[in-house]
């Protein structure tokens, strides 16, 4: 029953911090967003640090969690820049190639056994998601190919995690290594960027209204919490992994776009079609499947 509590908890976790994250594009420049989030989510991965006993780190370790944290840098690199073509909705229409190959590598190289009800519900859950995320009008564009590129390379960004996991039976350690070098990679990337840019430009003008500085706090605020959300969600989606549920956490958190699109209706009144209830009843028939 944990097996599948787990990841349950970690779609809940990331539905509310993609969310958020939502709720921030237009507000804040998408570079800060990746920043803030990628930064923010070092901190529960650092208290579950306090909480687990006797961590040793290999150089097998090191090496894997920076590799890693390679890939994790990319593909924040590479999403946030989507957004500034397409919303998060729209993007949200690549994360499903994310869990494909999660599913798929811990099927075909990790040799994890599943029950025979696991693979119908997976093509259940896929097929809703993908009626979810894609609408009447869609159009394939270069920040939605940025998009699907950045959730490819998610999908191995767990490669290298899950074997540093699975050698040292345990996710803590392999998580934060990859989480921060993600981080600082990511920072020395956009800085860099945002110094190519100052030094293009002859006139910077800045806006330092209290009314301005208020909003900007408490969006700077917000995109800490869903940082700390996001974090948390790969905490307990690693330790999916050490307990040897991958296929079943990739399966169950393959949901989120059908959950993003109901606390879309909920939170931001958008409207879903028909073709979209049905995708969402699929992905929870497929939920339900995994839960016999």
Do not use: C
């Not at 969690?65 to 957004?83: A, E, M, P, R």
């Not at 190959?101 to 029950?115: D, G, Q, Y």
């Not at 993003?260 to 209830?277: C, M």
Request: glycine share 8%; proline share 3%.
């Amino acid at each position: 029953m944990l097996e599948i509590l787990i990841p349950a908890f970690v779609l809940i976790i990331w539905t509310a911090s993609n969310t958020l994250i939502k709720s921030l594009t237009g507000k804040m420049e998408s570079d800060n967003i990746a920043l803030v989030v990628i930064g923010a989510g070092i901190v529960p991965m650092t208290l579950s640090i306090f909480m687990t006993p006797h961590l040793d780190i290999a150089e097998t370790t090191l090496f894997l969690g920076v590799t890693s944290g390679v890939f994790l840098s990319l593909g924040y690199i590479l999403f946030y820049k989507s957004l500034k073509g397409e919303n998060l909705g729209s993007a949200g229409v690549t994360i499903n190639m994310q869990q494909i190959i999660v599913i798929s590598f811990s099927l075909l190289v990790l040799k994890e056994t599943v029950s025979s009800l696991i693979l119908p519900a997976v093509i259940l859950i896929l097929i809703g998601s993908m009626m979810v995320t894609i609408k009447n009008g869609f159009k394939i564009n270069r920040y939605l190919m940025l998009a699907a590129l950045a959730n490819i390379i998610w999908g191995i960004y767990y490669m290298p995690l899950s074997f540093a996991i699975l050698s040292l039976h345990s996710s803590v350690m392999p998580l934060l290594i990859a989480r921060t070098s993600g981080f600082i990679m990511t920072f020395i990337a956009f800085e860099t960027l945002f110094m190519y840019r100052r030094m293009r430009q002859r006139h910077i003008t800045s806006v330092t209204t209290p009314n301005y500085k208020a909003k900007l706090s408490f969006t700077l605020m917000l995109a800490v919490v869903a940082g700390i959300l996001d974090g948390s969600g790969n905490v307990f989606y690693a330790l999916s992994i050490s307990q040897g549920a991958l296929v079943l956490a990739g399966a169950l958190v393959a949901m989120l776009p059908a959950t993003l699109a109901l606390s879309g209706k909920f939170l931001f009144k958008e409207k879903l079609s028909s073709k979209q209830y049905i995708g969402v009843l699929l992905s929870v028939a497929g939920a339900l499947l995994i839960a016999l």
